[in-house]
């Protein structure tokens, strides 16, 4: 039967490194910390004619108020009106 035990690498690894991190704390937000995502590429895609997108404008309340009188559609007739203005600039 032997005295001494012989002293193995791995021996050597377990008895320097602690079995619990030093600072709690900071072990549990580096396991928790989120991974840098890669953004994907932005795909250019060519607009479609002919379609709607929606959009936020602010219009002046009584411009607003004008289109609106006359019930539903006002969305379209603001969207003709702009138009005929392009148009004519054209």
């Given at each position: 039967?032997?005295?001494?035990?012989?002293?193995t690498?791995?021996?050597?690894?377990?008895?320097?490194?602690?079995?619990?991190?030093?600072?709690?704390?900071?072990?549990?937000?580096?396991?928790?910390?989120?991974?840098?995502?890669?953004?994907?590429?932005?795909?250019?895609?060519?607009?479609?004619?002919?379609?709607?997108?929606?959009?936020?404008?602010?219009?002046?309340?009584?411009v607003?108020?004008?289109?609106?009188?006359?019930?539903p559609?006002?969305?379209?007739?603001?969207?003709?009106?702009?138009?005929?203005?392009?148009?004519?600039?054209?």
């Amino acid at each position: 039967m032997a005295l001494f035990k012989r002293t193995t690498k791995k021996d050597m690894i377990m008895a320097t490194t602690p079995r619990r991190p030093s600072n709690p704390k900071d072990a549990a937000e580096a396991l928790f910390k989120t991974a840098k995502k890669v953004a994907a590429p932005v795909v250019e895609r060519p607009a479609i004619p002919n379609t709607r997108e929606l959009v936020s404008l602010k219009i002046d309340s009584d411009v607003l108020a004008h289109f609106q009188a006359d019930g539903p559609g006002w969305q379209e007739r603001i969207n003709d009106t702009l138009r005929a203005a392009m148009n004519a600039s054209n």
